[in-house]
């Protein structure tokens, strides 16, 4: 499907930064947007909504300036809301949002026409994301502009499903921006996205790797060292699958099979919400996804950008001469 007006022109890339707790902020976002892709933080992120206020000017004057030296608009940034209701700020959150007029509004655990229509009032998108085709159906009534199907294998909460089958059984349902999320690392992964039917990639763990990443260093270290074994999917953190690094789980007290009564998080939401447990639970324990193995450095946004497109371009070229090796007549073992 064709981009979003709002990204026609404008991205090095079809990627976006996911929103990630506790490690996305305003120098990730405006990096991000500089190397020509769509930079993201969860509202959560800051503590108060006057901060959260502060940090949308910071954005909005940074791409301003930016925008202004280049003379050409800048790629759009997205801010991450979680839509449920045990989240007590959020309308305030939203009505700062649409007073800075954010150009995309990602929405988790609850998909509202009423908020939708808000965001529409000004022009804004809004994305939402879904593990299966129930969610991808409820959000498609809510009347959202775009899916964003997290597949098996994302950081954090993850979803179950082959990214296969979960972009097929959505593109059957529904004609607007789809973005792919779970496991992916490289430039060649992008491309693989677009291929099975994806409009943008969403990675998250490879933008922890960054030096504009809040995250701290022992986590962005242990990411470069972990492979795919160290990964595990758990429900005894936050209450729903999650991925997690094994070697932060095992620091924190916790095994897989088991955690200890006093290190279970009853809700979801907690470490989204404010509630001290929560978190200091995901403070301390660290969620990556299933494509660590791909990561071995931890380099600014722009050369990582960069680097991921070359990649997606040498990708793309190679399909395309496969293509034509077919084509020709021409097998290919």
Not at 16 to 42: D, K, N, T
Not at 155 to 182: C, K, W, Y
Not at 298 to 324: F, I, K, M, N
Request: net charge negative.
């Amino acid at each position: 499907m064709p981009l979003p007006a709002i990204m026609e022109g404008r991205l090095r890339l079809p990627l976006v930064a996911a929103p990630m707790f506790l490690a996305s902020g305003p120098e990730l976002v405006l990096a991000c947007c500089r190397a020509g892709i769509v930079g993201s933080f969860p509202a959560k992120n800051q503590r108060t909504l006057e901060g959260l206020d502060g940090w949308l000017q910071t954005i909005r004057d940074g791409l301003a300036s930016n925008t202004a030296a280049a003379g050409n608009p800048m790629p759009p940034f997205a801010v991450n809301l979680i839509v449920h209701r045990t989240n007590a700020t959020l309308q305030e959150e939203l009505a700062i949002c649409v007073r800075h007029e954010v150009p995309i509004v990602i929405t988790s655990l609850g998909a509202v026409p009423e908020l939708v229509d808000s965001i529409h009032g000004y022009g804004g998108l809004v994305f939402h994301d879904v593990i299966n085709l129930r969610h991808a159906r409820k959000a498609i009534d809510a009347g959202v502009d775009g899916l964003i199907a997290v597949a098996a294998g994302a950081g954090g909460h993850t979803g179950r499903a082959s990214p296969f089958a979960l972009v097929n059984e959505i593109r059957q349902v529904f004609d607007g921006t789809v973005l792919l999320s779970g496991a992916m690392s490289t430039g060649s992964d992008i491309a693989a996205a677009q291929i099975m039917g994806a409009d943008l990639a969403y990675l998250g763990t490879r933008f922890i790797g960054t030096r504009e990443c809040a995250a701290p260093d022992a986590y962005k270290q242990m990411i470069v060292a972990a492979r795919l074994r160290d990964i595990v999917e758990t429900d005894q953190v936050s209450g729903v699958n999650a991925n997690f690094l094994a070697p932060s789980l095992a620091a924190a007290g916790l095994k897989p099979d088991g955690a200890p009564p006093e290190m279970h998080i009853d809700s979801e939401l907690a470490e989204a919400l404010g509630d001290e447990e929560g978190a200091k639970a995901w403070r301390d324990i660290w969620s990556a996804g299933h494509g660590v193995g791909s990561i071995d450095d931890t380099p600014s946004v722009a050369v990582l950008v960069s680097r991921l497109a070359q990649e997606y371009h040498a990708a793309v070229a190679g399909q395309q001469d496969r293509l034509a090796r077919l084509g020709a007549g021409v097998s290919e073992v």
